[in-house]
């Protein structure tokens, strides 16, 4: 049994989500081997190979792997496939780009965003935005699954010995060109992995109160958030949703302000480590899963807590 995690990367850098999808592939047991598949991405190989527990890496560089060109990376995981038991994906946009294309080749069905893994076969997953757990046994003989990477502790970044080993690049699919990427810049912490996240809702009012919440961000060097409604208003911007349909987060430390706490929003963040709520409203549900909770005007309780800070 061998299990074969498929590294997200930018060809410079190895990004955190690989070390929590190597994480629950040492939950399943047996061997875990790291594909990084990129062009000029040796240093990327690298680092997977420094990470705890991972025994192998394969790297597969070449021009047509340069931008994770879904068709390509996916031919990519199927010429190496017929090695390995189980298929990990870390559940991101990418990883879920990928996965369905691995699986549907191999005529297998996909196991989506498990949380846990029971046995080599059993896991679990969440289901009706979080409020059920879903245990799921596969019979298929390879287990194409894709990792909710709030589940599993990263392992550690330092401390294993892999080596690495070059395969052959597939050919280029010619399906899809890359054309461009556009990427939001932000000196704050990726929201995603950030350890701390301050996130504002519709109590905020307006994009121009929103800022209300930087100087308690940086305070805190935390990422923001936002609630769906803040996002819809155009408080702030879309990549900041937290919940169902937004970002799922488990940070150090979630504070959520003027947040009112519906089911789709705790979706996104409800296994944070730490949550505080500042809210003006003592009956709001958001409090049912806050750590400490404050009822008071945010307008008023944001700057003297920042000031505090
Ligand atoms: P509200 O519910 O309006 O709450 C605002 C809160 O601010 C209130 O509790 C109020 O007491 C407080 N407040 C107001 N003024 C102040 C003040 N001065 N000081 C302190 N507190 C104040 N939502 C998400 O967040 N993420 C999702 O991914 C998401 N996905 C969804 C998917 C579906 C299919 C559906 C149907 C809904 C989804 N929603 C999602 C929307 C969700 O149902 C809620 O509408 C949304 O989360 C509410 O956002 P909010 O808490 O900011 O706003």
């Known amino acids: 049994m061998t299990t074969l995690v498929i590294a997200e990367h930018d060809n410079a850098q190895l990004k955190g989500a690989t070390l929590n999808a190597v994480a629950a592939a040492a939950k399943i047991g047996g061997d875990v081997h790291v594909l990084v598949a990129g062009a000029n991405a040796r240093a990327v190989a690298d680092q997977a190979a420094a990470a705890a527990g991972v025994a192998k890496v394969l790297l597969a560089d070449a021009p047509q792997l340069a931008d994770g060109l879904a068709e390509n990376v996916a031919a990519q995981v199927l010429a190496v496939a017929s090695n390995y038991s189980h298929i990990l994906f870390p559940a991101t946009a990418s990883g879920k780009n990928v996965a369905p294309r691995v699986a549907a080749k191999l005529d297998v069905a996909q196991i989506s965003d498990i949380i846990g893994v029971e046995s080599a076969d059993t896991f679990l997953r969440p289901i009706y935005a979080g409020n059920a757990i879903a245990t799921v046994q596969s019979a298929d003989a390879v287990k194409v699954i894709t990792v909710r990477t709030t589940g599993f502790d990263a392992v550690a970044a330092q401390g294993g010995s892999a080596a690495v080993e070059d395969v052959a690049a597939v050919a280029d699919s010619g399906l899809s060109t890359f054309v461009g990427r556009e990427v939001a810049k932000s ?82 963040m409800k296994d944070s480590k730490v949550i505080v709520a500042i809210n003006k409203d003592a009956e709001a549900p958001i409090f049912g899963v806050a750590d400490y909770g404050l009822v008071g005007d945010l307008f008023q309780v944001v700057p003297e807590l920042t000031s505090a800070l």
């Open 187 to 268: 000196d704050r912490p990726e929201l995603a992995g950030a350890r701390v996240v301050v996130s504002g809702g519709r109590g905020l009012g307006s994009a121009e109160n929103f800022k209300i919440l930087d100087p308690l961000a940086d305070k805190l060097g935390a990422a923001l958030g936002a609630s769906r409604a803040a996002v819809d208003a155009g408080y702030a911007p879309n990549d900041w949703q937290v919940g169902q349909t937004g970002k799922i987060v488990a940070p150090q430390l979630y504070v959520a302000v003027g947040i009112s706490g519906a089911i789709q929003h705790l979706a996104g």
